[in-house]
Structure formats: structure tokens, C-alpha cells
């Protein structure tokens, strides 16, 4: 089956409808036990690729400005951010000034998201398959596409950073509780071959609410506010 088919065969995996940015995983039966004790190596090559195509990370500059005499009369440090942030900003602008939101643009953020996602579940022991660049494999992320001029207002970029901060100081609580699991998942799967379903659930969820923040947020795609849940529905 080459990468087209696996594409459509992806589009006909339905979802529950609800917020505009939904995940769900898969929950694996049986977990490779040598795949999972080598993650922390095995994920290094994907994710550099990942880095390199999110420009993570921040380029500082710094410029000394001399006199005549040589010495040193100004200095100035200019940080410039990474594609994610980039991509943040100008859809805040398209939205505002232009109220529009190209579908090519939405279509580019979103299998971003994908393969991020892929990589970060992978990384989170989540699944044995390694990360796709392509495929949806087993994990199912849907962002509904906005209507701009009818569902979103143009102002809100402007004050979503500012909203979310509720959200932002309790996913930093949760991504910490998030580690801790993925550290003792890790030592159940060598020991048993299973993620413990209960971790595999909040780290999923924890996953998820990141996504749902992220989308109003940053993506930008929906003025409704995220619940704060872990849960789908």
C-alpha cells in the first residue's frame, strides 16, 4: 500500500464531534520491551527532524556597535523564534487585518501538529510504531477547519495568549505529573509488557488538553474557550 492509499484509508477514521481539536490514541495491548528500554536513543534521528522543521529552539544575535577610537558604544541582542511561534503570530495578523485564514496555511499547521503529536506519543512510550512523517498510524488528531468571517472573531487574537494562562499554569502541574507516569509506565512495560491503562489515560489526556490550549491559543482555529478536562468528550 504506498502513502496515498494509507492517506485516504486515514480520512476514514471518524471521530466524536466536540471541541474543535480532538485526540485520541490507540491503547496498545502488548508493548516491545528492548524497543521501549532504547526510546530515549531510538527517538533521537525523528526528532531532530522534527526540530529542524519547527526551527525549535531561538537564534540570539548580538550586535557591538565601536566609535572611531574602537570602543564599545552600544550592544544590542536580537532573539529570533522558531517556526511555531512565527506561524502563531502571523495567523494572529491574517485573522485580524485580512480576516482570512487559507486552508493551505491551516492544512500545513495541522499535519505539523500531526507529526508532532506522533512524535511526542512515541516518545511518551505510547506506541511502538515509529513516528510517521506521513501516516496517522494510531494516533487520531482532527482540527476542525474555521470560518473566519462567521466564527471567529477578528479581535481575540489579540487576548487568547492572555485567556489561556489559567490553562498554561495547570498543564505545567500536569505535564510535570505527565513525566513521573511516563517514568513509571517505563518500568511496567519492561516488567509486565503493558502500559498501566491508567497512566496511558492521563498521559493521553494531559496530551490532549495541551492540543485543545493550543488551538485556541496559538493555532487559532476556534473562540470557544478549552474545558478544563482531560477527558474527549
Known amino acids: 500500500m504506498n502513502e496515498n492509499q494509507n492517506i485516504e484509508n486515514n480520512k476514514d477514521i471518524s471521530m466524536p464531534a466536540g471541541y474543535a481539536a480532538r485526540l485520541e490514541i490507540d491503547y496498545p495491548e502488548k508493548l516491545d520491551r528492548l524497543t521501549t ?74 499535519e505539523l501538529t500531526r507529526f508532532g503529536t506522533r512524535v511526542g506519543a512515541y516518545a511518551a512510550l505510547l506506541t511502538d510504531v515509529y513516528p510517521s512523517t506521513v501516516e496517522e498510524q494510531s494516533i487520531h488528531l482532527e482540527i476542525d477547519y474555521p470560518n473566519v468571517e462567521t466564527g471567529l472573531n477578528r479581535w481575540m487574537p489579540l487576548v487568547k495568549w492572555f485567556l489561556a494562562i489559567p490553562h498554561y499554569i495547570v498543564l505545567i502541574f500536569l505535564s510535570i505529573g505527565a513525566f513521573f507516569a511516563v517514568c513509571i509506565a517505563w518500568f511496567a512495560i519492561l516488567a509486565t509488557g503493558q502500559y498501566p491503562r491508567g497512566l496511558f489515560d492521563f498521559v493521553v489526556g494531559v496530551n490532549r488538553w495541551w492540543l485543545r490550549v493550543d488551538a485556541y491559543s496559538l493555532l487559532l482555529v476556534t473562540d470557544e474557550y478549552p474545558p478544563f478536562t482531560l477527558s474527549a468528550d
Open 37 to 110: 528500554f532504547l526510546r530515549i536513543f531510538l527517538i533521537i534521528p525523528i526528532a531532530i527532524i522534527l526540530a529542524l522543521v519547527t526551527g525549535s529552539g531561538e537564534t540570539v544575535t548580538n550586535t557591538i556597535t565601536l566609535n572611531q577610537a574602537g570602543e564599545v558604544v552600544n550592544t544590542t541582542r536580537e532573539t529570533v523564534g522558531g517556526l511555531v511561534s512565527g506561524l502563531a503570530v502571523a495567523t494572529a495578523l491574517m485573522i485580524l487585518f485580512q480576516q482570512r485564514y487559507p486552508r493551505w496555511w491551516f492544512d500545513f499547521a495541522r
